[in-house]
């Protein structure tokens, strides 16, 4: 369980980990909980040091800033929010890149940042009362 102030307890139920359940959830310690949610926090973390995505909402034109650790992805994938692919990039050389999703619907768009052995996924809020 984790602990909010003295008395309260709040159970954060870790939905990304296969098989867990609200049954799962019951049988497992506090050890446990506690442990499932620093992972969640280290993940996080180490998604911020890899790249800042902004202005997050977005009227169209947004920014994907990369650490400066020279560790560029092999690629940047924009979903909508069906799955469907509405844009690619490959060709990544730099550790700013402007992504334009003008002449696309407002809603939630995926981006799928693809490090070396690893995926990182991430939303932009596009809506025509953002930045």
Same mark, same amino acid.
């Given at each position: 369980m984790?602990?909010?102030?003295?008395?309260?307890?709040?159970?954060?139920? #870790?939905? $990304?980990y296969p098989g867990?359940?609200?049954?799962?959830?019951?049988?497992?310690g506090a050890n446990q909980d506690e442990e499932s949610v620093s992972q969640?926090?280290?993940?996080?973390?180490?998604?911020?040091?890899?790249?800042?995505?902004?202005p997050n909402p977005t009227k169209g034109n947004f920014r994907i800033q990369l650490s400066e650790e020279n560790i560029? #992805?092999? $690629?940047?994938?924009?979903?909508?929010?069906?799955?469907?692919?509405?844009k690619k990039i490959t060709e990544?050389?730099?550790?700013n890149i402007s992504v334009d999703l003008n002449g696309?619907?407002?809603?939630?768009?995926?981006?799928h940042i693809n490090y070396p052995g690893k995926v990182?996924?991430?939303k932009i809020v596009k809506t025509s009362s953002g930045r």
């Open positions: 984790v602990r909010i102030g003295k008395s309260t307890k709040a159970f954060i139920h #870790p939905c $990304s867990n359940s609200p049954n799962v959830a019951k049988s497992l969640l926090d280290l993940k996080k973390s180490e998604e911020e040091l890899l790249y800042k995505i902004y560029f #992805p092999s $690629s940047i994938i924009i979903d909508n929010i069906l799955g469907q692919e509405i990544i050389n730099e550790d696309f619907g407002d809603g939630v768009y995926l981006i990182m996924t991430d």
